[in-house]
């Protein structure tokens, strides 16, 4: 079955510090990958997006991904979390379709 | 509206009650998503939109659960006998153009519409 696995589900970190947040899915052919955020009371807000080429991936605010096909693995990282990048955050795949299939999240909190 | 606005923001109904959540999308988008996010758990896919037709309804939970939309625009989810494992936040999504036709493909999120049923 395809799937996408988030394994932390709470991660807490010391505002400055670098931040990586897993994620791995299970289809049969190359997926089309996406991470998200979502702050509190808001809608969930695209972060970055892979679908071919460089598979290091750079975003919106400071983060990027990287897309590691024998791993199965695309995790997001920032080098530097801000306090308001307090937040949880999704991963989430499509196959040739319309259907994007999300993890089950991670949370992230930010220490001062 | 610039972005995906979903009412109501909140909404709180007695058991056996039927709801309507509304969507209105960004404008010129022609697929419409509605997901489901319970506590604790990622966004669950409910139905697809292309224009007003739906071709994948396969994640409705039952068939309480309905979903409409007309003029290409507004959507409508309702929820027919409410019970409490119906409560969770419900999000609608539009996007441009089928996600995989185009690398330039993304979901565009309301805030969502939650819902708690008593």
């Known amino acids: 079955a395809q799937s996408v696995t988030q394994p932390d589900i709470h991660i807490t970190v010391s505002e400055g510090a670098s931040l990586e947040l897993r994620c791995n899915y299970s289809y049969g052919a190359t997926p089309y990958l996406f991470w998200y955020v979502q702050s509190p009371g808001q809608g969930l807000q695209l972060l970055l997006k892979?679908?071919?080429?460089?598979?290091l991936v750079q975003g919106i605010k400071g983060f990027e991904a990287e897309f590691k096909r024998s791993q199965s693995s695309f995790n997001l990282r920032k080098p530097s979390v801000h306090w308001s990048d307090a937040a949880e955050y999704f991963c989430?795949?499509?196959?040739?379709?319309?259907?994007?299939?999300f993890g089950a999240g991670t949370t992230v909190t930010v220490r001062a | 509206g610039a972005g995906v606005s979903q009412s109501p923001s909140n909404k709180v109904t007695e058991k056996g009650k039927d709801v309507e959540l509304r969507c209105d999308p960004i404008s010129g988008h022609t697929a419409l998503y509605w997901y489901r996010q319970s506590l604790g758990q990622g966004l669950e896919f409910l139905i697809y939109?292309?224009?007003?037709?739906?071709?994948?309804k396969s994640g409705l939970p039952s068939d309480r659960f309905s979903a409409e939309r007309t003029g290409g625009s507004v959507s409508t989810l309702t929820i027919q006998r409410t019970q409490q494992e119906d409560s969770a936040v419900y999000l609608c999504a539009s996007s441009l153009v089928i996600l995989a036709e185009t690398n330039t493909g993304e979901l565009f999120f309301g805030e969502g519409s939650r819902l708690t049923v008593l």
């Open positions: 892979y679908f071919s080429g460089d598979t």
């Open positions: 989430a795949v499509t196959t040739y379709d319309y259907k994007l299939s």
């Open positions: 939109f292309q224009g007003n037709s739906a071709p994948d």
